[in-house]
């Protein structure tokens, strides 16, 4: 019986998504057709127009108070309205869930204890059908309700029923956003720990010439020690799921550019950033009172950028007094030739895929030949990434990449290892 009344449930559903709906308190407020809506409140209205009512609502209990979380209306003026609440034990729905009123009532006027109820006479009520939602764990959340404002003894125990089987579909939706929401809820909390706390650090690896074997200069990198243990890359995506990663880069540059002043004045320190933080308004300012020549910004992103006059608008004032840009990951996808492209960056940092056993890979020497080419020809500098072997260092020596960074030179380090390897120490 369930399930033939599950696939009833659904075929109303269906069947609302190809008619017009009326407006909603559940909605924005404006007129919207079933398939522009969320399966929940289609359900909503299909269940509410099946059985004739003027009003349906899915409510929520929470301290002493009913709800409304979805509702469903004839008008959108209607007596209620999502987001509104009002103190449970005046309503119905408490009544229904303790059990001093029905669940299908054809006309509360018959109904002594729903008569006791001011809102019977003042909307007034009708017919009414109420019946509790539950969560996985038996946990009641609230109670899925249709009414009208005149009565219907054709109502039956069969509507009850479909009330029901949808009352447990929208359980599970609503379990499903719950756990969303507690799992976003612990991102959140993560990253305000991140971002309020000690949990991010900032290490240094080397950038060295080629032929002088001397370091010219340090890339900062983000590390984090808080739990659970995570590589950056996922830090930095949870923060941008939570809408935070502006803030999370911003603090990561101002950690890394401390550096600049326990280190030699011939040194300089490359920060990473994305394209969005560069635009947001205050990336010029993390960078107020910095010695900009000793600074080298990476634009990171691996996204296509629309609008690369914005970011031309906050760098090229910057560049003007010394900043360098640098495109990261070049070789590595579509978007960071786009970068090359528009952003006329003072460096170029070939990707690992290219650098990767490029001693015995022909079409990878050839490519960082082209690369070097390119950077001769528009006055920028190659730094070839990820060089782990003697064999790949010798390789891109002849080919006259100038500048790499890897494994093979120097693993990321912290501030203190990096003063000890260029032999400075903190005035």
């Not at 509702?71 to 009544?95: F, I, T, W």
């Not at 029905?102 to 909307?123: G, K, M, Q, Y």
């Not at 379990?175 to 309020?196: F, G, K, M, S, Y």
């Not at 947001?280 to 020549?293: D, I, K, M, R, T």
Request: charged share 20%.
């Amino acid at each position: 019986m369930k399930d033939v009344l599950t696939s009833a449930a659904l075929a109303l559903v269906q069947q609302s998504s190809s008619s017009p709906v009326s407006p909603s308190a559940s909605s924005s407020g404006s007129p919207a057709r079933n398939g522009t809506r969320p399966p929940l409140e289609r359900g909503l209205h299909a269940i509410r127009r099946h059985l004739g009512m003027e009003v349906a609502f899915i409510s929520e209990f929470i301290d002493g108070r009913r709800v409304f979380r979805h509702v469903d209306a004839d008008a959108a003026d209607g007596p209620v309205k999502a987001g509104a609440s009002d103190p449970l034990e005046e309503s119905y729905c408490q009544r229904v869930v303790d059990g001093r009123l029905p669940e299908l009532i054809t006309d509360a006027c018959l109904n002594t204890e729903a008569l006791s109820l001011p809102a019977t006479r003042a909307l007034p009520v009708g017919a009414h059908l109420s019946v509790p939602i539950r969560l996985a764990d038996g946990q009641l959340y609230g109670t899925f309700c249709c009414f009208s404002r005149s009565a219907d003894h054709t109502l039956t125990r069969r509507d009850l029923d479909m009330m029901r089987v949808f009352a447990q579909m929208a359980a599970e939706e609503i379990q499903d956003a719950l756990a969303a929401q507690e799992a976003r809820r612990l991102v959140e909390d993560r990253i305000e720990a991140v971002c309020n706390a000690d949990g991010l650090k900032m290490v240094y690896q080397p950038i060295v010439d080629v032929r002088s074997a001397r370091v010219g200069g340090f890339e900062s990198l983000a590390r984090f020690s808080l739990q659970p243990l995570r590589s950056p890359d996922v830090w930095f995506a949870e923060a941008a799921h939570v809408g935070r990663a502006v803030e999370m880069e911003t603090k990561a540059i101002r950690l890394a550019l401390e550096a600049l002043t326990q280190l030699p004045p011939d040194i300089y320190v490359t920060v990473n950033t994305s394209p969005e933080t560069i635009v947001n308004g205050h990336f010029a300012s993390v960078l107020q009172g910095y010695p900009l020549e000793r600074i080298v910004v990476e634009v990171t992103e691996h996204q296509v950028v629309e609008r690369y006059e914005d970011i031309a608008a906050v760098m090229l004032p910057l560049q003007s007094q010394g900043l360098r840009v640098a495109i990261d990951d070049a070789g590595a996808g579509y978007a960071s030739f786009r970068h090359i492209l528009n952003l006329h960056p003072n460096i170029v940092k070939m990707d690992y895929s290219i650098t990767h056993c490029i001693d015995s890979d022909r079409s990878r020497r050839a490519l960082a030949a082209a690369m070097h080419g390119f950077a001769s020809e528009t006055g920028c500098h190659i730094v070839a990434e990820g060089v782990e072997t003697t064999a790949e260092l010798e390789t891109i020596r002849r080919l006259g990449i100038g500048r790499a960074q890897g494994y093979h030179l120097g693993r990321p380090m912290p501030l203190e290892q990096a003063q000890s390897l260029v032999g400075h120490r903190p005035h």
